[in-house]
Nanobody, 121 residues
Framework: QVQLVESGGGLVQPGESLRLSCAASASGFRIGPMGWYRQTPGKEREVVATVTSAGVTNYADSVKGRFTISRDNADNTVYLQMSSLKPEDTAVYYC???????????????WGKGTLVTVSS
């Protein structure tokens, strides 16, 4: 079973920075793409950033130039460095890991429980 542990959320002022971390425990699984999503009350969960196992990244337009996603394949950990935070970045941030037991199988999605990021003065 794949399990995710998130950390780094909290309360910050506009313009400040935070770094989110998500460590995946995936013994016996092959880890594929990883990413970060966020959701606010009454709205659909949206993608923030993703990164493939080869390190190819993709970002939502709203965070380009401010957020950076990275991963450590040795530790199966994905990070989200958030800079120049705005009040509209306030949301619950969820970690996503895709994993499979073998190359012949399809990837399955595994989600973290979420960590709250609040940007307010």
């Amino acid at each position: 079973q794949v399990q995710l542990v998130e950390s780094g959320g909290g309360l910050v002022q506009p313009g400040e920075s935070l770094r989110l971390s998500c460590a995946a425990s995936a013994s016996g699984f092959r880890i594929g793409p990883m990413g970060w999503y966020r959701q606010t009350p009454g709205k659909e969960r949206e993608v923030v950033a993703t990164v493939t196992s080869a390190g190819v990244t993709n970002y939502a337009d709203s965070v380009k130039g401010r957020f950076t996603i990275s991963r450590d394949n040795a530790d199966n950990t994905v990070y989200l460095q958030m800079s120049s935070l705005k009040p509209e970045d306030t949301a619950v941030y969820y970690c996503l890991t895709q994993a499979r037991k073998g190359l012949w199988e399809s990837y399955m999605n595994y989600w973290g429980k979420g960590t709250l990021v609040t940007v307010s003065s």
